[in-house]
């Protein structure tokens, strides 16, 4: 089974601080994703990554920054968190990389609270 | 028009009801289309791939139609546990990013 696994389910900062989300794949997957998902908004792509030290900016990149040194993790990065990005923060892999065909699996998400 | 585009829900039915989700994509060069299923408070899992000849996975049948942009999906015998969220995605053609509609609450009833 693919896993994806997120470092925090639950995070809470405050305005300003610097905010480090991990996701490490446990399946050689060659692309990794980050999405926020907001209610009435759905899922939105922040940053998608298709091989170690690549990445390419989604639809909302804003703010927001990314990092895969290797090819099991990638990290989003928040350099100054604001309250509007309290969100749901959600991970993903898919297998190949320039494959839309993929399944994209899933990590549990982490809730971040900016106060 | 919305790069893809859900019936807004949410949907209540009883058990053993059918129920059809549409979804509607803007990309007429889109290549691969899901649906996506999202328990609460859990993250999206792929429930299955819609193919241009339509498809079928047990209570669950996925339609596509090309020159409508349209994507279907159908759940015959509506179980409790199908409650969830539906999400459509679309893949954008050209390269491997996928766009998710907002998705569709389906509640189903005892």
């Known amino acids: 089974d693919v896993k994806v696994t997120q470092s925090s389910r639950y995070l809470v900062k405050r305005t300003g601080e610097k905010v480090f989300l991990e996701c490490v794949q446990d399946?050689?997957?060659?692309?990794m994703f980050w999405y926020r998902q907001d209610p009435g908004l759905g899922l939105r792509l922040i940053y998608f990554s298709y091989d170690v030290k690549m990445k390419e900016k989604g639809d909302i990149p804003e703010g927001y920054s990314v990092s895969r040194e290797k090819k099991e993790r990638f990290s989003l990065i928040l350099e100054s968190a604001s309250t509007n990005q309290t969100s749901m923060y959600l991970c993903?892999?898919?297998?190949?990389?320039?494959?839309?065909?993929?399944?994209?699996?899933f990590g549990p998400g982490t809730r971040l609270t900016v106060l | 028009r919305k790069e893809v585009e859900q019936d807004p829900g949410p949907f209540n039915v009883p058990e053993g009801a059918t129920v059809a989700f549409n979804c509607t994509y803007s990309?007429?060069?889109?290549?691969?289309f899901f649906w996506y299923r999202q328990d609460c408070r859990k993250e999206p899992k792929l429930l299955m791939s819609?193919?241009?000849s339509g498809n079928e996975d047990g209570r669950f049948t996925a339609q596509l139609n090309r020159a409508s942009q349209y994507i279907s999906l159908l759940i015959r015998d509506s179980k409790l546990s199908d409650s969830a969220t539906y999400l459509c995605v679309v893949n954008g053609g050209s390269n491997y990013k996928l766009t998710f509609g907002k998705g569709t609450l389906l509640t189903v009833n005892p």
């Open positions: 819609v193919y241009s």
């Open positions: 993903a892999s898919s297998l190949l990389a320039h494959h839309g065909t993929d399944t994209q699996y």
């Open positions: 990309n007429s060069a889109s290549q691969s």
């Open positions: 399946m050689d997957h060659e692309n």
